[in-house]
């Protein structure tokens, strides 16, 4: 087996969306680094069946800006 062709597997925090955190092994980051979810199984709507729109970038505001002048709401 070749030496040193491995990545560093080490211990790090992980933090769901709703602020609870767990420990445990990875290849990302750094030793005691903390990875911070934006998606997790208590919010994504795959697992809650739960749909919400998300306004990023101001996509949402942008269409209603176009089309507000044909009166739908």
Same mark, same amino acid.
């Given at each position: 087996m070749? &030496?040193?062709i491995h990545p560093d597997y080490h211990e790090i925090t992980v933090v769901m969306t709703?602020? &609870?955190e767990y420990k445990t092994r990875s290849t990302w980051g750094k030793e005691g680094g903390s990875l911070k979810l934006d998606i997790d199984p208590k919010t994504h709507p795959a697992w809650t069946g739960v749909h919400r729109l998300s306004d990023t970038g101001g996509q949402l505001a942008k269409f209603n800006k176009r089309f507000k002048a044909f009166g739908i709401k």
């Open positions: 070749k &030496s040193k709703d602020g &609870s």
